[in-house]
């Protein structure tokens, strides 16, 4: 079974609007680690937030701000007042026992945000 | 910006040649990843380096090789390089100091392989 799953290949969003990326994982463990990276069309991975499973709280870095389920086994991305230079792909990726805690990440959504 | 420079960043080859990828970091840190990408795949591992001369396999380790001689250098090499190994490889490295679920990893700009 796919770990990490992110449902949406492609999506769009009105400049200023709010987006939220989806990513479902699948994890027996009760510690693991959830991470977001964006890749822009320059190529480069960049961490955008983390979300430990213990955590109490929803990880927030500026704008963004992490939608954790755990019932739900989900590990939402909210980016608020988006910005054309959020035009990227996004990847949510997950450590945990079962990979040997090795970083293991979804297919990507890419993100277009239009003016 | 993490200090982390991969060579070549673009490279054309031939079915059935030898090609190493080089990852040198500047930052010290004790472990060392190579992931490729691939369109639908995201990113998937290849092999990773736990120390000098310390290395094991990723989940898509099958016809390459590593090699870690230098805390700094990390060596990726494709034996006989076939047409499914080209892709955009990722350098990645991490300083082994968080927890094993929080530790996030700085990546290199990428090279992009082509095998003809």
């Known amino acids: 079974a796919q770990k990490i799953t992110q449902t949406q290949p492609g999506m769009f969003v009105q400049e200023k609007e709010a987006v939220t990326l989806d990513c479902t994982y699948d994890?027996?463990?009760?510690?693991?680690?959830l991470f977001w990276y964006k890749q822009p069309s320059s190529g480069e991975m960049i961490f955008l937030i983390y979300?430990?499973?213990?955590?109490?709280q929803n990880a927030t870095e500026g704008r963004y701000s992490l939608n954790f389920q755990k019932a739900r086994k989900s590990a939402n991305l909210v980016i608020s007042a988006s910005q054309l230079g959020d035009s990227a792909m996004y990847f949510c990726?997950?450590?945990?026992?079962?990979?040997?805690?090795?970083?293991?990440f979804g297919s990507g959504t890419r993100l277009l945000v239009r003016p | 910006d993490a200090g982390i420079t991969q060579s070549p960043r673009h490279k054309v080859t031939e079915t059935g040649t030898p090609v190493t990828l080089r990852c040198h970091q500047t930052?010290?840190?004790?472990?060392m990843y190579w992931y490729r990408q691939d369109p639908g795949h995201g990113l998937r591992l290849i092999h990773y380096?736990?120390?000098?001369?310390?290395?094991d396999k990723g989940e898509v380790s099958d016809g390459y090789s590593v090699s870690r001689s230098k805390t700094e250098d990390f060596l990726l090499t494709l034996e006989s390089a076939t047409s499914s190994q080209t892709s955009v490889y990722f350098c990645?490295?991490?300083?082994?100091?968080?927890?094993?679920?929080?530790?996030?990893?700085?990546f290199g700009s990428g090279t992009q392989l082509s095998v003809l």
């Open positions: 990645a490295i991490s300083n082994g100091q968080g927890s094993l679920t929080n530790e996030k990893l700085f």
């Open positions: 994890t027996s463990d009760p510690s693991y680690g």
């Open positions: 979300q430990g499973s213990y955590d109490q």
């Open positions: 990726a997950m450590r945990d026992v079962d990979s040997s805690y090795k970083l293991i």
């Open positions: 930052e010290n840190h004790r472990y």
């Open positions: 380096s736990y120390g000098v001369k310390d290395t």
